[in-house]
């Protein structure tokens, strides 16, 4: 029997559930100090007092850090692929703030308690200096396109095509900012010996915190070692290195001592980017029998004006539909704001939502199901650019998820399905969304004992990904799965990929598929113990990757090339259909999602425990982001107000329906084992599937997210 | 946080001695607001003292057939208790609907009576607010107004009071009793909270010296009663509506009715006119509206917050139409 395929329990789920396993915070080392931040509270200023008498007076306080006492400090080279830091401002470097939220102290001392008491004790002043904070009046530019974005595309006129459309929607839609909400926040524990540095710090990014701490203190990344085995949730908001992590590294460098940093939560929301606001529209024309003529999508996202990326909100426009003539084009706004950074399927999160959205709303025009209508511009080849797709069952997944879901029961009109006081409504939308697909090094060894061992420093966000290798491995090498151990978390280990673009699984499973034949090899043709014992050692090792500044640079070689003959190849995605039932209450508006049936072709699902989590995950943030989740930037100030758990609405179990989730196993032919990474599909076109339901439900459409009660009594 | 000396009372008298002797001192309950409120250093004693130790945690049950609630009986122990559960179901059902089970858990009576506003701006003291710093001005008009009252609001603070339990004890006339060291007094609930005037930052007509020892409830008001609330999310937030309500109704014609309202004052809200308007009128929709209507008169709304006058009369209609 193979291990692929098989609901193994997460290798990680014993240490987790008992408390045994150690994440950042749970770093002790003698002599530990804790660090603490402060806060700027204006948007764009000058620095003109910062009056850390009354912290400095805090007892237990080592030291009061700030831009008139913090040694100098460089970020890396912009334009590194992928990205490394959040921001490009050398926070204490400088007198400007440029952002609410900005650190601009660090305060160290003896316990936890009395950093954060003293932080709050730093008093500072600035005069304001002109900023734009308010999205909603930014002025947009076009996106320029780039290797890794393209910020328009087209095919045909588009405009032309929608204005003689028989049948035409052309709507607009907006979306919230989003902030991050791991449960483990931020935390960094910095450990200096000598010109030696060992930091750990829940990340998804190791090889990107190595080389930005590198850059920043002026020591070679060989003597810089990130330690990440467990990561308390990730969502892209530990994708890249945020001010915290540099300044506990500072801390620990200007006293001497051994730091900790855990951010509040309101530091989180402070210093850690968000998903952007967006405005979007979509207009859409067709025939009468509801085949798509033209197609139109355009988005204004903001990036800060210190950092942050575009955001592909039309990337799946460009796949989903075959629309005779196709209009993309994004426009980017700069703020002072913190930077942007990813959320989990950025871009298609957010874009599939209006995307799917208009699409319902044709299939009202046209008095279509929505499904027929869809399948109706089910593409052969990718609509733009022609190009194949590695693989494309869209139709499998939305029969599977109909006939599971009951889809056939719904009655097409609004509000016609009712049970008592709550009105009923039923709600469909497309998920889509690209894995990309990146390199890792890695070292396999096989020792007498008949056990494996992979080495590679992919980061676990508890989703599974060790659990998922180890299946991997095991069918790769013909050996069971409790055979084989996995190493992962630490840069002193072969380099893995950034956690991101759901990629980890297939980049280090084309390792493992690499070294397998390798191992094979060196034991002389066959995995056994009896092979092993004639070569008489006590293991054999094969690696791939170097870590050494050559290696390194053929890794970013690799890395760039592989990406992009990837993309040119052709075009591989997951696709799935979200199927859910709002109940409305008919006097408050109150929306409750009561039911969810999600059903993916998703390639060879290694783990269907783990995906099925995955995709559940996804589907949960989606809901938040139809229902409630909301980040509130205060237009006037630039600062976020609801910087907390209380305040910043997450779904809670209550609004979390069972997910009934299903995927068809089909291979990607293009990928090791056949799979493809499913840690960010779930959450696309959910929140759309949550709007046509409630649209359904209610005969209201609501084009701004979140659909809270008032929207819709 | 601040530092701050901790006391811990083992009776009435040695708290009260406490909080008379002790300089800027504040009693401390369950801690879920106030520890907050010092962590966000929003609230800054000197001294905090301890009361959770004082016998004022049962429920007992009177003569008249009325019920005394100590203070300091935790929220969660109150919404189970069997004469609650059974005689005020209201009450219960106010409490279960706040907070979370680890909150209500530490909550306690007298803490749920003080509790402060969740107005964003009050949490951050980046932003001007005359509640927590009087004559700062107000961040809330012209931001984030969305859980901010549409009754009872002044130019100088429109916060709503965000406590659940309260709304249902202004429906049923409950009494605070309050001690100091100068004797004890019995205050209505509904004349308990002050409207904000000009003067947000004084909450309650609790005096700096005096403790919540106690809320008394009369016998329970003929007919059926419901807590209700309407909120962004099926748990854990706070009401953008609600409605605490007890109607009977004789041959088709309301013969008592108790109204309060939750999430759209600047106080716990007893709907008087709405009382008014139902008491002797036929028990129907129209009627319902029209005191609802009636209620609603005066409401004056901010940018974010106009929906709650559709939202409390649609409510406050459903609710009736579902106990009649
Ligand atoms: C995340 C969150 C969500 C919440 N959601 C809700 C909700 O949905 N609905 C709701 O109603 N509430 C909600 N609450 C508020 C909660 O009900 C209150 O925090 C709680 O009731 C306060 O009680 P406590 O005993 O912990 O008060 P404490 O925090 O101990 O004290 C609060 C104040 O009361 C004073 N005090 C306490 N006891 C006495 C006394 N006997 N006499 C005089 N003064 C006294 C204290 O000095 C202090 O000023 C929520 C709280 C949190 C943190
Ligand atoms: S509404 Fe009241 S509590 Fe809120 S900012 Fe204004 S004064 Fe402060």
Known sequence: MTAIGQAFDRVDGA?????????????????????????????????TEIDTTDATRVPGVLAVITHHNAPKMKMPSVGLMPPVFGTTVVCLNTDEVHWDGQPVAVVVAETQEAARAAAARVRVSCSPLPSAVDFSTAEAKPQKNSMLQAGSARKGDALAALESAPVAVDREFTTPPHNHNAIEPHTTTAVWDGDRLTVHEPTQNIGGVRRTLSAAFGVPIDKIRVVSEHVGGGFGGKGLVWPGTILAVLAAR??????????????????????????????????????????????????GRTGGGPEGVTIQSSHLYDARNILLRQNIAEVDLLA??????????????????????????????????????????????????????????????????GWEQRTPQPRSMRDGQWLIGWGVATAFHPPVHLVANASLRFSTDGTALLRCG?????????????????????????????????????????????????????AVHTL??????????EISVEALARKRKPYVEVSIGADSPLGRATGQARLMSKFLRDRRKGVRAVTGAQFCEVRVDADTG???????????????????????????????????????????????????MNPSLAEYHLPVHADVPEIDVHWLDEPDPTMPAGLLGVGEVGVTGAAAAVANAVFHATGKRVRDLPITLDKVV | ?????????????????????????????????????????????????????????????????????????????????????????????????????????MATVGGNLM????????????????????????????????????????????????????????????????????????????????????????????????????VELPPPPSGVSRYRKVRDRASYAFALVSVAAALDVQDGVVSSIRLALGGVGTKPWRAYQAERALLGAPATEESFRAAARAELADAVSLPHNEFKIRLAESTIVAVLRGMS
């Open chain 1, 516 to 525: 397998a034949p390798k191992l094979r090899r060196a034991l002389g043709g």
């Open chain 1, 458 to 510: 992919f980061h676990e966000m508890g989703m599974g990904a060790a659990t998922a290798q180890a299946q991997i491995t095991a069918d790769a090498l013909g050996i069971p799965f409790e055979a084989v151990r996995v190493e992962h978390g630490d840069s002193s280990l072969p380099a893995g990929p950034m956690a991101g673009g759901s990629n980890q699984t297939g980049s280090v499973a084309a």
């Open chain 1, 590 to 640: 109150e929306i409750r999602v009561s039911r969810w049936v999600g059903a993916f072709d998703c390639g060879t699902v290694i783990n269907p425990k783990t995906a099925a989590s995955q995709l559940r995950g996804g589907i949960v943030l989606g809901i938040g982001a139809a229902l409630s989740e909301e980040t509130l930037v205060d237009p006037r100030t630039g600062r976020i």
């Open chain 1, 15 to 47: 240490i987790k559930t008992t408390g045994a396993a150690k994440f950042s915070a749970d770093q002790t080392y003698p002599g530990l100090a804790h660090a603490a931040l402060t806060h700027a509270s204006t948007a764009r200023g000058r620095i």
């Open chain 1, 254 to 303: 200007v006293t001497g001592r051994p730091v900790r940093l855990v951010l509040t939560r309101e530091g989180v929301y402070r210093t850690v980017g968000g998903r952007t606001p967006s405005v979007q529209r979509v207009a859409i024309g067709a025939d009468r029998e509801g085949r798509m003529t033209s197609l139109v999508h355009t988005s204004v996202t903001r990036v």
């Open chain 2, 1 to 105: 946080m601040r530092t701050f000396s901790y006391v811990r009372a083992d009776d009435v008298d040695a708290a009260l001695r406490a909080i008379t002797d002790e300089p800027n001192a504040k009693f401390l309950g369950g801690g879920t607001n106030l520890v907050d409120l010092m962590r966000e250093d929003i609230e800054r004693p000197d001294t905090v003292v301890d009361i959770t130790r004082l016998p004022l945690a049962e429920v007992e049950e009177l003569p008249d057939g009325g019920v005394r609630i100590g203070a300091l009986l935790r929220n969660s122990h109150l919404a189970a208790h069997p004469v609650i559960r059974s005689r005020y179901p209201m009450v219960a059902q106010a409490v279960l609907s706040g907070a979370s089970g680890q909150l209500r858990n």
């Open chain 2, 115 to 214: 509790q402060r506003t969740r107005c964003l701006y009050f949490y951050d003291d980046a932003a001007a607010c005359n509640k927590r710093e009087p004559g700062s001005g107000c961040a809330a008009i012209g931001g984030f107004s969305r859980s901010h009252a549409v009754l009872g609001a002044s130019a100088s603070c429109a916060a709503t009071h965000p406590s659940d339990l309260c709304v249902a004890l202004a429906a049923l006339d409950a009494i605070v009793e309050l001690r100091s060291s100068r004797g004890t007094r019995r205050v209505p609930l509904v004349d308990f909270h002050r409207m904000p005037g000009d003067t947000p930052e004084i909450e309650t007509v609790l005096a700096d010296d005096e403790l919540i020892t106690a």
């Open chain 1, 340 to 405: 942007n950074t990813f959320m989990r399927a950025p871009g298609e999160a957010i874009g599939t939502f209006a995307l799917e959205s208009t699409v319902d709303e044709l299939a009202h025009e046209l008095h279509m199901d929505p499904i027929d209508l869809r399948m109706r511009n089910e593409p052969t080849r990718d609509p733009i650019g022609d190009k194949p797709f590695t693989r494309r069952n869209l139709r499998a997944a939305y029969e599977l998820g109909a006939k599971e879901f």
